[in-house]
């Protein structure tokens, strides 16, 4: 339509939607690339990656016939980094809007301050058994399995199906989100009073908030706790889970990687992973320069965390029992802290791996180093750990030397026939989500702000 509105108010061209759309088609193809003629560069992508970062583990797999079945991609900076992050890995699929559609499959985990961090990148056709399979299998092999891993995802069959059959000895646990979604959809009536007691029970850190939360859902429906019964309570509860999740409670790291990558969704493959590559390059080098300019022992998140549980533990009062067990009491209510174990009955220290409110107050009251026992997870020195390697370019197509025997691999574009007409951009609502409006402050009317508020500038 802006075409359209151009070619008239500037030449006076009438043109009709469609040429404008093959217009449109033309001048993208000339700028991005072919996108039929994308997947033959694959391979000769996939082996300067190798070339100009070693250590990058990439793959390729396609049909009988030649066509493109799966691609992945994890470069040698985010391998090396995965041992200073937090072994809890976030794993989500998004669909692809270029020509030929598909499925974009990526892996994430968080750094010492928080920030994403991109382990795995895999274009298949779609989110079905063989792609979740065997994203799963070629991830395993470019990182292994850690102690304690973790893996957390939305409830895909396919994908809990795939999990389950690659990594039968990490915990496999759900998004809280997902799960409230799917609460909402099933029990209608009080949908809009779901959030606050379901996220209580969800980041509970004792047994006792846990069911206060869950009495609050029962007064709401009573069938809402047999249902995430069956689900089981160690899938999305944080005091439940068989291995610690942190405050990594919901999928949302990898739902922001798929914003970061929203433009990129529509260009040709080969474009695409370049975009993925080169994403993963500007992330590194900033929140490396992040690392160095950091002059605190931990993560501006750490030492956020670490000041919060400081001011709490001022009002506390504190009782040694033992050499390293002691009594921190407050309005009633007793908590027992072990330095020795590093536990507090309040299980924020041993959940979070971060001294909590009592836990703290004791190190005061014995004139001790909070930063002592503080998980290496928060430091500064797995921050910049994290970062220790470097994503370099691929350089220019041209300037691309590929061995003969890579160049004669042939990679066609999948049997799926092209869709005609402009392709879908937004997914389906759910019944329950609303359309969010902007609320004027001054007209009160929907659909602006008082800074674009008409009624204003006329006024004025």
């Known amino acids: 339509m802006d ?19 093959r217009s449109k088609e033309h001048a993208v193809n000339d700028l991005r690339g072919n996108a039929s003629d994308s997947y033959s560069l694959i391979p000769s992508f996939l082996h300067m990656v190798e070339k100009t970062n070693p250590g990058s583990f990439v793959d390729l797999k396609t049909t009988e016939d030649n066509s493109l079945l799966f691609v992945f991609m994890a470069l040698d900076a985010s391998i090396k980094g995965w041992g200073a992050c937090r072994p809890i890995v976030v794993v989500d699929g998004m669909f692809l809007k270029a020509a ?52 957390i995802s939305d409830r895909n069959e396919s994908l809990i199906k795939a999990a389950r059959e690659i990594y039968p000895e990490i915990t496999h646990s759900y998004c809280g989100y997902h799960i409230l979604s799917n ?39 009573k069938r809402i706790r047999p249902y995430l019964k069956k689900v089981g309570y160690e899938k999305w509860s944080r005091i439940h889970s068989q291995n610690k999740r942190y405050s990594t409670m919901t999928s949302n790291i990898s739902e922001s990687l798929n914003a970061a990558n929203l433009a990129a969704r529509e260009l040709p493959i080969t474009t695409l992973l370049e975009c993925l590559r080169a ?50 009491t407050r309005m009633k209510e007793s908590w027992e802290v072990d330095l020795e174990k590093r536990t507090c009955t309040c299980n924020r220290f041993q959940i979070d791996e971060m001294p909590c409110g009592h836990a703290v107050a004791v190190m005061r009251q014995m004139n001790m180093d909070p930063y002592t026992y503080c998980s290496d997870y928060y430091t500064k020195k797995n921050w910049l750990a994290t970062y220790s390697g470097t994503v370099y370019p691929i350089g220019h197509q041209s300037e691309w030397e590929v061995p003969e025997e890579v160049k004669n691999i042939i990679v066609l574009p999948p049997h799926e026939r092209v869709k005609s007409g402009r392709p879908k951009t937004l997914r389906r609502k759910a019944g329950w989500e609303k359309d969010q409006h902007n609320k004027c402050s001054k007209c009160g009317e929907l659909g602006h702000n008082k800074r674009t508020c008409s009624r204003r500038r006329r006024r004025e």
């Open 100 to 151: 030929y559609g598909g499925t974009l499959l990526c892996a994430c985990t968080q750094d010492a301050a928080g920030h994403i961090f991109p382990l795995a990148f895999c274009v298949a056709d779609s989110e079905n058994d063989k792609s979740w399979k065997w994203f799963f299998k070629k991830f395993k092999e470019a990182y292994g399995v850690r102690e304690h891993q973790c893996l």
């Open 279 to 328: 994403l993963v390059q500007q992330w590194t080098h900033t929140n490396r320069t992040k690392a160095h300019n950091t002059f605190t022992k931990l993560s501006p998140t750490g030492e956020d965390i670490l000041l919060k549980n400081y001011t709490y533990s001022l009002n506390l009062e504190v009782k040694a029992t033992t050499d390293y067990l002691f009594e921190v």
């Open 3 to 21: 075409i359209k509105g151009e070619l008239k108010y500037r030449y006076g061209i009438k043109m009709n939607y469609m040429k404008a759309w």
């Open 183 to 221: 609460l909402k959809t099933s029990f209608k009536q009080h949908a809009a009073k779901y959030n606050l007691p379901f996220f209580g029970a969800v980041k509970a850190y004792t047994e006792k908030q846990f069911e206060f939360h869950m009495a609050e859902l029962d007064g709401l429906d």
